[in-house]
C-alpha cells in the first residue's frame, strides 16, 4: 500500500502500540535486490523527511529492508548515522521495532491516528524482472543485454525477453545513442554498438519503484563516469556478478553494482557484488587493470585500495574477497602492493587474481591467502 503526504508517497503507514499510546510512523521499503547500493538511500529519506516533519508533526520513520543477508541492512544503518530531524528505525522486513531502538523515542498519541490516503503507484502492475531490468538501466544510463542481465540477476534469455516487452511497452528502446561526453565541447561521438536505453516512462516507473516521489531529486543514485559506457573496462566492470556465477556456480551471488561511492571514504571499486561463499557473507571488490598505468603507481593505488576495501569490510564484520583482473604484469605489481600493504592476508579476507581475457574464470577462494589463474 502506498500512502500520499502532500507532494511525497511512501510504502506504507503504521501506528504502532507501545506502552502509552501509539506512533504516527511513516514506512519506507528497501529490497537489497533493486540494483541500488545500501548507502544510496539517505539523501533521498533527507528530501522525504523534511516533508514529513513539516505536514506531519510526532511524525516518524521506520526503513524496513528485504534483504537475504545481514549486511546490507547494517550498511544502510550504518549510512543513515547523520540522523533525520524525526526519529526513524531501520530493520529487516520481518522485524517489528521496540520503542528503544528508534534513534530517539518517537511522540505517542492517545489513540490511533487517521492514516494518510491511499495512492496507486505506478509499478505494481510491472513484473519483478521487468522492473529489475527498468531498476539497472535507470541507474547505469544504458547497457548490453549481457551487462543487464548481470546486474538484474537474470538469465541473458530472460533479460531478452523482458526486455523486448518493456520495448513493445515504449518504457525502453534499443538503439545506436550519443557518447556520454565528459567534455561537453567536444564533438558529439556515436556509442560503439546499440544498447538499451529507459524511456523517460520507465525511469518514472523505476524511480517510484525504488521510493523516490515524482520531482523529489534522486539523481545521486546514478552510476559514475558515463562516459566510460561502452568501453571494455565498463562491461568487465558490469559483468562481475555474472564472471562470479560462471566462475563459483556453488556460490550465492545476490547482487552487484559498479562506480559506487563508498561511505566515508574517496575510494571507487570499479564494481562490488555481495553473497555467501562457504557459509559466510561476503562482499567481492573488483578492480579491472587496463595496464595504463606505470608498476609504481599500480603498486600505490593497490595499497590505497585495499587498506580502503579491508576498513570497508570490518565496519560490518562481512568477509572481503579482492579481486584484481588484469594481464599477467599488473597482477604481479597488485600481488607485490598485497604484501607490503597487509602482509599475511587476515584469515577473513581473499586475493584472486585472473585474466580480464577469461571471462568467467577465476581461481579458487583461499581465506588468508592470495590465488592467481
Not at 549486511?71 to 547523520?82: A, F, G, L, N, P
Not at 564533438?187 to 515524482?214: F, N, Q
Not at 546514478?222 to 562481475?240: D, M, Q
Not at 602492493?337 to 571471462?359: E, K, N, Q
Request: aromatic share 10%; net charge positive.
Amino acid at each position: 500500500m502506498t500512502v500520499r503526504l502532500g507532494d511525497v508517497t511512501f510504502s506504507d503507514w503504521v501506528s504502532l502500540k507501545y506502552e502509552d499510546g501509539f506512533t504516527d510512523t511513516f514506512i519506507f521499503d528497501i529490497d537489497a535486490l533493486n540494483g541500488l547500493p545500501p548507502f544510496d538511500f539517505h539523501p533521498l529519506l533527507q528530501r522525504l523527511v523534511a516533508e514529513l516533519d513539516k505536514k506531519r508533526p510526532g511524525a516518524s520513520l521506520w526503513i524496513r529492508v528485504t534483504s537475504p543477508g545481514d549486511w546490507y541492512v547494517m550498511e544502510v544503518k550504518r549510512s543513515m548515522t547523520d540522523g533525520f530531524s524525526i526519529p526513524y528505525v531501520v530493520t529487516s522486513k520481518d522485524k517489528i521495532p521496540d520503542y528503544r531502538s528508534f534513534s530517539f523515542g518517537p511522540r505517542l498519541f492517545s489513540s490511533s491516528l487517521l492514516p494518510p490516503p491511499k495512492v496507486d503507484d505506478e509499478f505494481s502492475c510491472f513484473s519483478r524482472e521487468e522492473l529489475k531490468c527498468l531498476q539497472v538501466l535507470t541507474r547505469n544510463w544504458k547497457g548490453s543485454l549481457e551487462e543487464i542481465a548481470s546486474l538484474a540477476g537474470l538469465p541473458e534469455t530472460t533479460t531478452l525477453d523482458v526486455l523486448q516487452g518493456l520495448q513493445k511497452k515504449k518504457k525502453v528502446i534499443f538503439k545506436l545513442g550519443e557518447v556520454i561526453q565528459k567534455d561537453k565541447s567536444k564533438p558529439k561521438k556515436m556509442d560503439p554498438y546499440p544498447m538499451w536505453h529507459p524511456r523517460r516512462k520507465g525511469v518514472s516507473i523505476a524511480l517510484r519503484s525504488l521510493g523516490a516521489s515524482e520531482g523529489v531529486d534522486f539523481s545521486g543514485m546514478k552510476e559514475l563516469y558515463p562516459h566510460f559506457i561502452g568501453t571494455p573496462h565498463r562491461t568487465n566492470s558490469r559483468r562481475w556478478p555474472a564472471w562470479l556465477r560462471s566462475a563459483y556456480p556453488q556460490v550465492e551471488i545476490w547482487t552487484g553494482w559498479t562506480e559506487s561511492q563508498l561511505p566515508e571514504t574517496s575510494v571507487r571499486p570499479d564494481a562490488l557484488a555481495w553473497g555467501r561463499i562457504q557459509g559466510f557473507e561476503t562482499v567481492f571488490w573488483l578492480e579491472v587493470g587496463d595496464g595504463h598505468k606505470k608498476r609504481m603507481e599500480i603498486e600505490r593505488i593497490t595499497r590505497i585500495r585495499l587498506a580502503s576495501a579491508r576498513q570497508f569490510c570490518q565496519q560490518t564484520g562481512v568477509r572481503l574477497v579482492y579481486a584484481q583482473i588484469s594481464p599477467p604484469w599488473v597482477q604481479k605489481a597488485v600481488g607485490i602492493a598485497v604484501g607490503i600493504a597487509l602482509g599475511p592476508l587476515p584469515p577473513d579476507m581473499a586475493a584472486v587474481m585472473a585474466s580480464t581475457r577469461r571471462f568467467g574464470k577465476l581461481p579458487t577462494v583461499e581465506w588468508g591467502s592470495i590465488t592467481t589463474l
